[in-house]
């Protein structure tokens, strides 16, 4: 199972995540609720979930992700966000608690890199996909990991990843200055209750 590791930096600069291969056994806790594995059928995905960013609502398993599973349009070269459980998520957004922190957990649906927080994201999506993909239709990984619906779904339809990125996903200080929302504090109160 991949898992994330926190990695503590200096202080001026983020927290780094990155994924690790780990063999932990499964407990209840790993166990994404209410996300059915679109792969194989199951239920419940348990440990790492991965969420199609091109696809509107597609979802796979650790074991279907490795067996490169497809369907009529789910491609194995679709970019995924890979998503921990969320009783793992909570422990690990536990260890970033400053503002000077930030998780880099983010793909870019658009290309598939991957390591991003979100302040980088958005400037790479400014940087690289301006044009928004010329029309192609992506999920946003920020609200998909913590499954925040953007106008009740889960696909933005009538915007661009960068426009979301920019309305969604900053906060704009009194002195001028954008300092882009920690996911924890915009989205993880309301989200918690939707992981469960």
Not at 12 to 36: P, R
Not at 71 to 95: G, N, W
Not at 111 to 136: I, M, P
Request: some cysteine.
């Amino acid at each position: 199972m991949l898992k994330p590791v926190l990695v503590p930096l200096e202080e001026s600069q983020c927290i780094m995540a990155s994924y690790q291969m780990s063999s932990k056994s499964y407990e209840l806790s790993s166990v994404h609720t209410d996300v059915q594995c679109n792969g194989c059928d199951r239920a419940t995905i348990q440990g790492l979930r991965y969420a199609c960013l091109v696809c509107e609502d597609y979802d796979e398993c650790d074991q279907c992700r490795r067996d490169k599973r497809t369907s009529r349009k789910h491609r194995p070269y679709h970019p995924v966000q890979p998503i921990l459980p969320p009783a793992e998520m909570a422990r690990s957004m536990e260890c970033v608690r400053s503002p000077q922190t930030e998780i880099r957990i983010y793909c870019c649906p658009h290309c598939g890199d991957t390591d991003f927080n979100v302040g980088d994201l958005t400037e790479h999506c400014q940087l690289y996909h301006a044009d928004g993909g010329r029309g192609h239709k992506v999920r946003c990984p920020i609200c998909v990991t913590f499954r925040v619906p953007y106008r009740r779904k889960f696909r933005l339809e009538d915007c661009t990843l960068l426009r979301h990125l920019l309305e969604d996903h900053r906060d704009v200080e009194s002195a001028g200055e954008i300092a882009f929302k920690h996911p924890t504090r915009v989205t993880v109160p309301s989200a918690w209750t939707m992981l469960r």
